[in-house]
């Protein structure tokens, strides 16, 4: 019965040569509207955020006064903006208190002292990366859609570029698009590939590529995983099913599981979090589609609720628009005005 599934969902999302060369020019499109550095994608990225999020707040710093309208005014764009009650009443906690400290008296000198407070607040559990000096494997996780398959082809190239032996495996055998998908960015990304076989168990799969990464003597494995199996807990259990074989079959490698959510999910995407972090150890999360319409808040949010660091934010769908979170960066682009100014020249 289980098996009839798999391959109804195969022969259904077979992908064809035709697409994949059609994402191949997708990527060289994207490409080329590709500008500016690392920050400034950053900034562009965030577009839609900082309307939502600083565009409200900037009227604010032009009120007269500050007052306790001033205060929840400011709180409301954050709850408004997927940051939560509890990091949202956090960070006018502390402004507040920052306020009387510091004896200001302008609400128009409340802009730094609230990027300060709002930094501070996404330093809670501060990004490392232990899977750069280590030999590791990177287990990547999240519900289906969320963006791991794009995320393990972003990271195996920054892995890759750093000089590292990379190698990405399947262990997403739901669905043979998934596994057609995964090549195409290994080979963009110029890393090794250990491919499944249709319906494959996921788990035999990674203790294969745990061979094949010993006598390979790789540096870096990551391994896509399936974001959908036919429910909730068979996802869980093969999670930990695959960390278990992976602990086995390779104990002397760094063991690093990404969350990746989706950044446009909001609120959603913490309970989706929940779930997985009772599945497995869950050291970091890396939160996708920034540039779209996601408001950006759910930064604040996961540093309160799950004290997990978020050590990567993905701003497009090209192959170098992932990026290491950087709080300080993140709320300087948030309140960067610059683009706008850019946009309209442009
Ligand atoms: N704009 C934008 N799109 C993204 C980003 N990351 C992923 N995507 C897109 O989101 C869609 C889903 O991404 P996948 O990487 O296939 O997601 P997945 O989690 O592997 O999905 P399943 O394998 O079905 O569980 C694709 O169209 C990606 O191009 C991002 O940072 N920005
Ligand atoms: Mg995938």
């Known amino acids: 019965m289980e098996e009839n599934l798999i391959n109804e969902e195969i022969n259904e999302e077979e992908i064809t040569e035709e697409e994949v060369k059609e994402e191949e020019i997708k990527e060289e499109d994207i490409k080329e509207e590709k500008k500016g550095g690392f920050f400034r994608r950053l900034v562009k990225g965030l577009t839609k955020t900082r309307d939502s999020i600083v565009g409200g707040f900037e009227d604010l710093f032009t009120a007269s006064e500050i007052d306790?309208?001033?205060?929840?005014?400011?709180?409301e764009i954050l709850i408004m903006s997927?940051?939560?009650?509890?990091?949202?009443?956090?960070?006018?906690?502390?402004?507040?208190?920052?306020?009387?400290?510091?004896?200001?008296?302008?609400?128009?000198?409340?802009?730094?002292?609230?990027?300060e407070v709002m930094t501070e607040s996404l330093m809670k559990n501060p990004p490392d990366?232990?899977?750069?000096?280590?030999?590791?494997?990177?287990?990547?996780?999240?519900?289906?859609?969320?963006?791991?398959?794009?995320?393990?082809?972003?990271l195996a190239l920054k892995l890759k570029d750093q000089g590292k032996k990379t190698m990405i495996v399947a262990a997403d055998t739901f669905r043979a698009a998934a596994v057609e998908q995964l090549n195409v960015w290994a080979d963009r990304a110029g890393v090794d590939f250990i491919k499944c076989n249709e319906g494959q168990d996921p788990a035999s799969v990674v203790y294969d590529a745990m061979q094949a990464a010993k006598a390979r003597n790789t540096d870096a494995v990551i391994c896509d995983t399936a974001g959908r199996l036919h429910n909730k807990k068979n996802l869980m259990n093969e999670l930990e099913k695959i960390t278990r074989i992976i602990n086995r079959e390779h104990p002397d490698a760094y063991v690093e599981t990404l969350l990746v959510l989706d950044g446009a999910t909001g609120q959603n995407a913490i309970s989706q979090a929940r779930e997985f972090l009772n599945a497995s150890k869950v050291t970091g999360v890396v939160i996708t589609k920034l540039d779209g319409t996601a408001k950006g808040g759910i930064a604040f949010a996961i540093q309160n609720s799950l004290s997990i660091p978020v050590k990567y934010i993905g701003v497009g769908e090209a192959i170098d628009d992932l990026q290491k979170f950087d709080a300080k960066d993140f709320v300087d682009a948030l309140f960067d005005k610059s683009t706008e100014e850019e946009d309209v020249n442009a």
């Open 68 to 75: 306790e309208d001033f205060y929840d005014e400011i709180e």
């Open 82 to 115: 997927d940051a939560g009650m509890e990091a949202s009443e956090e960070i006018i906690e502390e402004l507040k208190e920052r306020v009387k400290q510091r004896h200001v008296k302008k609400t128009d000198e409340c802009r730094e002292l609230l990027k």
């Open 129 to 154: 990366y232990p899977y750069e000096e280590k030999r590791s494997v990177i287990l990547v996780v999240g519900v289906n859609g969320a963006g791991k398959t794009t995320t393990v082809g972003k």
